[in-house]
């Protein structure tokens, strides 16, 4: 029997369940921590290396790779867990900035900790060549391959792999429901780059053009001028002045819409009049009628030659209700779009700089059974193919079985890989003899986390402008002529009506005259603040400047951490909540902070309006009842909700863990609804 290693004494006083991962980690060369979000899965990390670098007498060449909004977080961390930091650089910036900096650390004495994102071992080749030629020692990867496409929904971007049947999501008429999901696998692929994002498809992913309507990922150029979902809807409303032009984008667009062969221009114009409103919400930040495009950065296209089982690429596909088509990144894509590859560029790079180190840790909060591809690729990377193998094939024809296998004759065949019965035990155990598992409410001596709800009455003008908007949304989902985007749609709309303002249909924003809600907020800011820092969560821009000008107007400083505000900005407002004793409140979109952010500073969570998330609600909450929460003697909530309204059907959708917008339509169908 081999003698176990002792941990040295703690830089800082760990929890239990935090010692038992540093002690099982180090007796071997790779460990994975499964750690729920806000258990302390850095600092444990942390502390693993500290025993590394004591039992090397020196900190050895590592590398750590993560999210771009959680880099300054390890680097600060390092600070709290250890003597560390002054060994640690962030390299974040432009290529060049980073090639640079990365160089420059080196020159004098290589045995350096860097933090930076994935993209610098995959989009930035020269700094990718560089790293490589340095052969980190450690290489940890943080949330790796948490990257998923990114789909527009209501709620905000979400990875393609979470949408579901029912879901909601942005296309060419507004608002449309998740009919199915398909998954494929396919050779050849198109790796794109617009609007800051990098974008993986097949080589038939077809892209609306500004000039050429839809054409396939791979007949792409670079430059070329990629239609913005919002233009889109407009183009089908038939708001555009330039006639050739919105002729021949109306057409490509019109041409999809299911059923169209049996409707005539007048009845499509009296579906999209009911969609406008939606159009209106989403794109009333853009001015003038000229058609709006994101310009296609850079195009590789990868297309097969010798054809090998193990090139496969996996895609996803999303069927969606009424037009075939749904927004990534703002562009308009239609069906079969990819989400993650066993053999991705990340991938692939990852595996490289994996076999070459000597010690490897993955860190994630959600565990690694949401894929198969997921398992393999991690534990490839981790245990380099030890326990999975290092086939992608052999592993999926081992573990997994085409359900779709009698129809590989028909012209419409896609393989369907379901697990076969009985691998959950033996993939368990081969996972969790290398991992650790932290569930929060399991392993930390949290403070106790309180629920209340303040009740908020309507003025008499916003009970006549819900009631008007209610009977309008109940006579609507009654009716045979139902569309589940408007119907949604509708529900935002009395949200709005609750929290304070409403929208006409000249997208003007009216605030009514009195505001219970803000009355509200305000009386709980004043027996609040003097004694405790607070979060005050809302999903509307109309609510963020209403509540910076009562915040002003009572002469408390606040910060903010909204959408469209950069990684330094962001990080100024978490540090001024933490540090700076006059800053009493911070205003936070759900969707913005909702994730990477550590706000333990504040033991109340205000919700003055809130989204149709059930995850976004989660992860909102978790930012102050976390790890570090234990400095408070309690961590409240407070709902701010109107009784008899949409409010109520949120909350109870939200405390149940049902699908808030499923629950709204269900519930409304049945008069329940005020």
Request: net charge positive.
């Amino acid at each position: 029997m081999e003698k176990q290693i002792t941990p040295i004494p703690e830089h800082k006083p760990l929890w239990d369940h935090q010692r038992e991962a540093v002690k099982k980690a180090i007796q071997g060369d790779y460990y994975a921590l499964f750690f729920q979000m806000g258990a302390g899965k850095t600092g444990t990390a942390i502390e693993i290396l500290r025993n590394i670098y004591w039992r090397h007498r020196r900190v050895l060449r590592t590398l750590i790779l993560c999210p771009p909004v959680v880099i300054t977080n390890w680097y600060r961390e390092f600070g709290v867990f250890s003597k560390c930091q002054p060994h640690v650089r962030t390299l974040a910036g432009t290529g060049a900035k980073r090639l640079k900096y990365f160089e420059q650390a080196i020159a004098d004495d290589p045995n350096k900790i860097f933090v930076t994102n994935y993209e610098s071992i995959t989009t930035v080749k020269k700094l990718a060549q560089a790293i490589g030629l340095w052969r980190p020692e450690v290489l940890i990867l943080d949330e790796c391959f948490d990257g998923s496409t990114l789909v527009d929904t209501p709620q905000g971007r979400r990875p393609i792999s979470d949408i579901r049947v029912g879901d909601y999501v942005y296309n060419a008429l507004g608002i449309s429901q998740v009919k199915s999901t398909i998954v494929r696998t396919k050779h050849g692929k198109v790796v794109l780059e617009y609007g800051g994002e990098k974008i993986v498809c097949s080589l038939n992913h077809p892209f609306l053009t500004e000039t050429r309507g839809w054409v396939e990922a791979q007949y792409l150029y670079k430059g070329e001028k990629l239609v913005k979902t919002t233009s889109s809807m407009r183009i089908l409303q038939r708001e555009y002045c330039t006639q050739e032009r919105k002729s021949f984008l109306f057409k490509e667009l019109f041409r999809e819409i299911h059923g169209s062969a049996e409707k005539n221009i007048s009845e499509i114009d009296r579906c999209f009049s009911e969609t406008k409103q939606v159009t209106r919400m989403a794109t009333r930040q853009e001015e003038g009628r000229k058609i709006e495009t994101i310009r296609l950065d850079s195009i590789e296209v990868y297309k097969p030659r010798n054809i090998k089982p193990e090139d496969e690429n996996t895609f996803y596909d999303l069927t969606i209700e009424g037009h075939p088509s749904f927004s990534v990144n703002g562009a308009l894509v239609h069906n079969s779009h990819r989400c993650k590859t066993h053999n991705s560029r990340r991938t692939k790079a990852a595996i490289k700089l994996a076999d070459a180190a000597s010690y490897r840790f993955l860190l994630t909060g959600t565990p690694i059974l949401n894929g198969h591809q997921d398992i393999w690729s991690q534990f490839r990377i981790l245990d380099g193919g030890k326990a999975f193998g290092e086939s992608f094939y052999k592993f999926k024809l081992r573990y997994f079985f085409d359900k779709n296998e009698g129809f590989k004759h028909k012209n419409n065949y896609f393989p369907n890989w379901q697990p076969r019965s009985g691998i959950e035990r033996e993939f368990n155990k081969k996972i969790y003899q290398v991992a650790t598992r932290v569930l929060k409410k399991d392993c930390l001596d949290l403070p106790p986390f309180v629920r209340t709800t303040i009740p908020v009455e309507l003025t008499p003008a916003q009970k006549s402008a819900y009631k008007q908007m209610y009977d309008n949304f109940i006579a609507y989902i009654e009716g045979k002529a139902c569309i589940a985007q408007i119907a949604v749609t509708k529900a935002l709309r009395l949200q709005q009506i609750v929290t304070g303002f409403y929208v006409d249909d000249q997208e003007q924003i009216h605030e009514f005259d009195q505001a219970p809600r803000l009355q509200a907020l305000k009386e709980l800011l004043e027996d609040i603040t003097p004694g405790a820092k607070v979060i005050v969560w809302a999903c509307f821009k109309q609510n963020y400047k209403s509540i910076r000008g009562l915040l002003d107007d009572m002469g408390i400083e606040y910060c903010w951490i909204t959408g469209g505000m950069n990684d330094k900005d962001r990080q100024k407002s978490v540090d001024r909540i933490k540090y700076d004793k006059r800053c009493r409140v911070i205003l936070c979109n759900q969707q913005a902070a909702g994730e990477g952010v550590n706000l333990t500073s504040c033991s109340y969570a205000i919700y003055y309006s809130r989204n149709f998330s059930l995850g976004a609600d989660e992860q909102s909450e978790a930012r102050c009842y976390r790890g570090g929460s234990e400095i408070h003697n309690k961590v409240t909530r407070i709902d701010l909700v109107t009784p008899g309204t949409i409010d109520e059907q949120v909350i109870d959708a939200l405390r149940t863990k049902k699908k808030v917008s499923e629950h709204i339509l269900q519930v409304s169908r049945k008069k329940l609804l005020a």
